[in-house]
């Protein structure tokens, strides 16, 4: 049977949202669409805006769900579902990508089975599927107005983001890219010793 990957990538549909912090998930999958050079994003899953291809023997299937972050495990539990991955208690075939205010700008951390520590897009996932046991890459958008609380978390992530992040930006993007492909190419635990830094 062929391996399916499904990598979901969270965020806000809609031209205001599109260069904020809480949008990062989906600016990670459009990098890695673009260098792994899958088709455009088409609306074509359930309200969802997704592309595939096969890389090696993994059919790998990125998707944007489209009922913004607080609503986001309703698309994903049914492409899930439409797909036969996961048995209610695990689902190792989904990897989610999503901004993490408790990490520093440019950190990615990957990780498996946790909580979503108060990130309201990942805990509709984990009502939903009744289960945190999934993959996720988190990518850190704390910087100091942050962390010194002069700035609300739900305001600060949806903020744009500043020229002065552009190049951190870029570099995070390239090497969550670079992560999920070891990942796949590999193993996850393989992306994590090498990205968990």
Same mark, same amino acid.
């Given at each position: 049977?062929?391996?399916?990957?499904?990598?979901? &990538?969270? &965020?806000?549909?809609?031209?205001?949202?599109?260069?904020?912090?809480?949008?990062?998930?989906?600016?990670? =999958?459009?990098?890695?669409?673009? #260098?792994?050079?899958?088709?455009?994003?088409?609306?074509?899953?359930?309200?969802?805006? #997704?592309?595939?291809?096969?890389?090696?023997?993994?059919?790998?299937? =990125?998707?944007?769900?489209?009922?913004?972050? %607080?609503?986001?495990?309703?698309?994903?539990?049914?492409?899930?579902?439409?797909?036969?991955?996961?048995?209610?208690?695990?689902?190792?075939?989904?990897?989610?990508?999503?901004? !993490?205010? !408790?990490?520093?700008?440019?950190?990615?951390?990957?990780?498996?089975?946790?909580?979503?520590?108060?990130?309201?897009?990942?805990?509709?996932?984990?009502?939903?599927?009744?289960?945190? %046991?999934?993959?996720?890459?988190?990518?850190?958008?704390?910087?100091?107005?942050?962390?010194?609380?002069?700035?609300?978390? !739900?305001?600060?992530?949806?903020?744009?983001?500043?020229?002065?992040? %552009?190049?951190? =930006?870029?570099? #995070? =993007?390239?090497? #969550?890219?670079?992560?999920?492909?070891?990942?796949? %190419?590999?193993?996850?635990?393989?992306?994590?010793?090498?990205?968990?830094?």
């Amino acid at each position: 049977m062929e391996k399916t990957v499904i990598i979901a &990538g969270l &965020g806000n549909p809609g031209e205001n949202y599109c260069q904020t912090p809480h949008n990062f998930g989906f600016l990670a =999958l459009d990098k890695l669409a673009a #260098t792994l050079e899958f088709p455009p994003f088409e609306m074509k899953i359930d309200g969802s805006l #997704t592309t595939e291809a096969k890389i090696g023997k993994i059919l790998v299937i =990125l998707v944007k769900p489209q009922s913004f972050m %607080n609503n986001s495990g309703r698309e994903i539990a049914k492409i899930l579902a439409k797909k036969k991955l996961g048995d209610k208690k695990s689902y190792p075939g989904l990897w989610v990508i999503n901004d !993490d205010v !408790d990490l520093p700008f440019g950190k990615i951390r990957i990780a498996k089975n946790r909580g979503s520590a108060g990130h309201k897009g990942v805990q509709s996932i984990i009502d939903r599927l009744k289960s945190k %046991n999934f993959v996720r890459f988190r990518l850190g958008v704390q910087k100091p107005e942050l962390a010194e609380k002069k700035i609300a978390a !739900d305001k600060f992530v949806l903020k744009k983001f500043s020229q002065n992040d %552009n190049a951190l =930006l870029e570099k #995070t =993007l390239e090497r #969550t890219a670079k992560a999920i492909i070891m990942a796949l %190419n590999q193993n996850l635990e393989k992306a994590m010793t090498e990205f968990n830094s």
